[in-house]
T-cell receptor, first 111, second 114 residues
Framework: GDSVTQMEGPVTLSEEAFLTINCTYT??????LFWYVQYPGEGLQLLLK???ADDKGSNKGFEATYRKETTSFHLEKGSVQVSDSAVYFC??????????WGAGTKLIIKP | EAQVTQNPRYLITVTGKKLTVTCSQN?????MSWYRQDPGLGLRQIYY???????DKGDVPEGYKVSRKEKRNFPLILESPSPNQTSLYFC?????????????FGPGTRLTVT
């Protein structure tokens, strides 16, 4: 079945560092891909998405490109801030309109 | 404001005492779902509903019940809670009418069963 694998955390960076959180997927066809973010004490919210190969999703300085050839959707940000500390989830939407989730990656940004 | 609400936000209960966690959405979404979040396991789907009176099991349905009598509400029922159901629970809703199919999440319910 479909699955999502993302890098284990926690990932600890200093403020203004470059961020990459890896996400790879296994799926039949070409699913839509998502990154959700969960700030402390809150529910999940959509960060960005891509619906087809080579699409780049972007929001709040974060970017991710849908790479069909490597079945990847890595999350990147050029300069992280303390306020980016959160848990980040990669997900794909399957043919039944359900989301298949990665395990989540906790990001800690130190000032 | 478009939102998914859950109540209660925090609940401490004892083994075997029936409880209900409510979920409501005001976006007229046809799909709703319950997830539980546990450290290291990410989000696991408990049950979901495609519309009124239509529900199906997710990955971890044992020990839970749901009902969908109205489109806006999707309560989660634990008939006889056990300590292994201590977790953080999220309700979500979405529609397939829009291309993004984004899921909207409630704020979460932290349940402790002693």
């Amino acid at each position: 079945g479909d699955s999502v694998t993302q890098m284990e955390g926690p990932v600890t960076l200093s403020e203004e560092a470059f961020l990459t959180i890896n996400c790879t997927y296994t799926a039949t066809g070409y699913p839509s891909l998502f990154w959700y973010v969960q700030y402390p004490g809150e529910g999940l919210q959509l960060l960005l998405k891509a619906t087809k190969a080579d699409d780049k999703g972007s929001n709040k300085g974060f970017e991710a490109t849908y790479r069909k050839e490597t079945t990847s959707f890595h999350l990147e940000k050029g300069s992280v801030q303390v306020s980016d500390s959160a848990v980040y989830f990669c997900a794909l939407r399957d043919s039944n309109y359900q989301l298949i989730w990665g395990a989540g990656t906790k990001l800690i940004i130190k000032p | 404001e478009a939102q998914v609400t859950q109540n209660p936000r925090y609940l401490i209960t004892v083994t075997g005492k029936k409880l209900t966690v409510t979920c409501s959405q005001n976006m007229n979404h046809e799909y709703m779902s319950w997830y539980r979040q546990d450290p290291g396991l990410g989000l696991r789907q408990i049950y979901y509903s495609m519309n009124v009176e239509v529900t199906d099991k997710g990955d971890v349905p044992e020990g839970y019940k749901v009902s969908r009598k109205e489109k806006r509400n999707f309560p989660l029922i634990l008939e006889s809670p056990s300590p292994n159901q201590t977790s953080l629970y999220f309700c979500a809703s979405w529609t397939t009418d829009r291309p993004s199919y984004e899921q909207y999440f409630g704020p979460g319910t932290r349940l402790t069963v002693t």
